[in-house]
């Protein structure tokens, strides 16, 4: 008689039996700690090389995004630091990966419930450096500040909210459950200053909402029926 694989709740994509659950996790840990540290090193990459336009092109315009003025030179200095600052969640990301004992006392759960985090972090980062949206929360007027090279708005903010979302189910082998919380904060991220922000026309902002809602719900539900193929 062929044994029966282990019974899992078809909602949340969790098993039973507690115990198998955490072997599941278990077993995953190892792989997901080495796939956090290489995205999280392609990310400090990307970082390095936003620095390095940022310093050719022009670090009073972060880049020739802002355009050379009083208030441009302020937004930029922000968006410099905010770029920047992005390099520290990813060491403490990767040291969090290698570090044994961090591993240990974090757990299989708490592991993958840190990385979520983190990611989710991310997200809410990437439109606070977007030069429009930065400096509409500056109250500074986007014409007088914002190069006309940085638009379309809604077009680069959806690509690299796309990129990042996307990297993330296909990069890391963590629970749908968890990606959750990333899929929200990815839809919001971006619905929230598109919709009340963007200098685009009402139709294309609709567009552009309902363009990174399908994208975030094709990796969502991608990455759930991978994993109810691996629970099988």
């Not at 400090?44 to 310093?55: D, G, H, R």
């Not at 208030?71 to 930029?76: C, E, F, I, N």
């Not at 629970?175 to 971006?190: D, K, Q, S």
Request: with cysteine; glycine share 6%.
């Amino acid at each position: 008689r062929m044994p029966q694989p282990p019974r899992y709740d078809t909602k949340l994509l969790r098993f039973v039996d507690a115990d198998t659950e955490r072997g599941f996790l278990k077993l995953r840990q190892a792989q997901l700690a080495n796939k956090v540290v290489l995205g999280l090193a392609l990310v400090l990459i990307f970082v390095a090389l936003v620095c390095v336009n940022m310093l050719l092109v022009g670090w009073e315009t972060s880049g020739g995004v802002f355009l050379a003025s009083e208030q441009g030179w302020r937004l930029a200095l922000i968006r410099n630091c905010i770029v920047i600052s992005c390099a520290l969640p990813c060491f403490v990301g990767i040291a969090v990966s290698k570090v044994t004992y961090l591993q240990a006392f974090l757990g299989p759960a708490g592991f993958e419930l840190f990385i979520g985090l983190l990611a989710c972090w991310f997200a809410m980062v990437v439109p606070l450096q977007h030069p429009w949206f930065l400096s509409i929360a500056c109250g500074i007027s986007n014409p007088e500040t914002v190069s006309q090279d940085d638009l379309p708005v809604d077009e680069h903010l959806l690509i690299l909210l796309d990129v990042w979302v996307s990297g993330c189910h296909l990069l890391l082998p963590m629970r749908w459950v968890m990606l959750l919380p990333l899929e929200l904060t990815t839809i919001l991220a971006f619905t929230l200053p598109v919709a009340v922000f963007s200098p685009s026309i009402v139709v294309h902002r609709i567009q552009n909402i309902m363009l990174v809602t399908f994208l975030v719900s094709a990796a969502a539900l991608g990455k759930r029926a991978l994993e109810i193929h691996e629970r099988a």
